[in-house]
């Protein structure tokens, strides 16, 4: 599976940002998609994942009620809508996928150990 982020730029605070995740490959529908971030100097941090469904969604205490994740299995694209974006927000962003072997709600899928296929990563600033 190859995994393309893309919809990063600048935005001021209190803005909004889409984020995308186009997926090649056929397995796209049988996947958990998760997305995180890495901002200079930290450690990759979870945000949120998605069931294969769509139909669960679990989100980091830092964004949960700011960040939505989605899925369009039809496009094999996950989203990430960012709304009352931060300054502390600012990072690389990335998208990752994973085999779907165990419960969406057993942690595995809240942490990046628990993926398997990563994209590219698409860089997102908010100014002050």
């Known amino acids: 599976v190859q995994l393309q982020a893309y919809g990063g730029g600048l935005v001021q605070a209190g803005g909004s940002l889409r984020l995308s995740c186009a997926a090649a490959g056929r397995t796209f529908s049988s996947l958990v998609h998760g997305w995180f971030r890495q901002a200079p100097g930290k450690e990759r941090e979870f945000l949120a994942s998605i069931s294969v469904s769509g139909g669960n969604a679990y989100y980091a205490d830092s964004v949960k009620g700011r960040f939505t994740i989605s899925r369009d299995n039809a496009k094999n694209t996950v989203y990430l809508e960012m709304n009352s974006l931060k300054p502390e927000d600012t990072a690389v962003y990335y998208c990752?996928?994973?085999?779907?072997?165990?419960?969406?709600?057993?942690?595995?899928?809240?942490?990046?150990?628990?993926?398997?296929?990563w994209g590219q990563g698409t860089e997102v600033t908010v100014s002050s």
């Open positions: 990752a996928a994973a085999r779907a072997g165990s419960l969406f709600y057993s942690g595995v899928y809240f942490r990046k150990e628990g993926y398997n296929y």
